[in-house]
């Protein structure tokens, strides 16, 4: 894990700070994202081969106690995964690898103890399937993920977009609810989804034609009602650019603006702005 660092001056080079190494042994490797749900640390994940821990862990990263060299590393949890985000409730959920699960982790009422992880996603108990993208949150603490299934050979891949809402009363694994299934059987739907503050999602597919589509998802007025579709902005097969495909989720800019990354048979890959 890195920092930059911007220079003081126009022009001049960035400042490269290394925050910590992962040695494979204690800590696991291939670290996740980074966020911060409090003023001064960082959270993230690993997901595969610590010796100690063998399916990774979840690290917090604190400031240097004299403020120069490495940051200080602490395994909060001793399951990790490929993605956390906040709670909202100072705590972390977190996306296991190849969404095999999703646990909330909550951090302790006193300092020194142990973070508590509750199990809220199981593939094996899901009637649907693994989530094949990161998990995006709204504001009223429901998460989202793109989901995907095989059909009843076994063969054919389907995709879908999921609500999963937390019990009523108590606690355990959430509810999951289908919001959105692509018309076209063999339409890509693996990009990571963005909610925005009305808690409207963006996704990206790529379509058996070729196209490839962003596409928005409005939530219903009344509970049980269906979601909205409408396309935002489509690249066209034919044309310029050929063949796009977006490759990852879309980012929302403060002008309102979308920005993603794609590629195609003609263009090289690239960052994209789709302006409103």
Known sequence: MFSLTPPSGKNAAWTYTRLHSFNKTTDGKVPGNLVAIN??????????DGHVFPNGTVFELSPPPLKTGPAVETTIAPVGGTQVISNG?????????????????????????????????????????????????????????TV?????????L??????????????????ENV????????????????????????????????????????PPVST?????????FTFPNAGYPIAFEPLTGISIGANGNIYFT????????????VSK
């Not at 963006?202 to 379509?207: E, K």
């Open 89 to 145: 409730a100072g705590g972390l959920y977190v996306l296991g690898y190849e969404g095999f699960y999703i646990y909330d982790l909550t951090p302790p009422t006193k300092p020194g103890d142990s973070w508590s992880q509750q199990t809220i996603f199981f593939s094996a108990t899901s009637s649907i399937g693994c989530p094949v993208s990161r998990i995006a949150s709204d504001t009223k603490g429901h998460l989202y993920g």
């Open 39 to 48: 003023d001064t640390s960082l959270f993230g994940p690993t997901f595969e």
């Open 262 to 273: 794609g590629g195609g048979s003609l263009i090289t890959d690239s960052v994209w702005e």
């Open 179 to 218: 919001i959105y299934q692509p018309s076209a059987v063999s339409a890509e739907l693996k990009q990571d989804l963005t909610v925005d503050s009305s808690g409207i999602l963006y996704s990206c597919q790529f379509l058996p034609s070729g196209d490839g589509v962003i596409f928005t998802l409005t």
């Open 158 to 175: 389907y995709y879908y977009i999921v609500q999963m809402v937390p019990p009523a009363t108590g606690s355990g694994l959430w509810s």
């Open 148 to 156: 995907e299934s095989c059909g009843p050979s076994g063969s054919t």
């Open 224 to 232: 049980g009602s269906s979601w909205t579709e409408a396309t935002y």
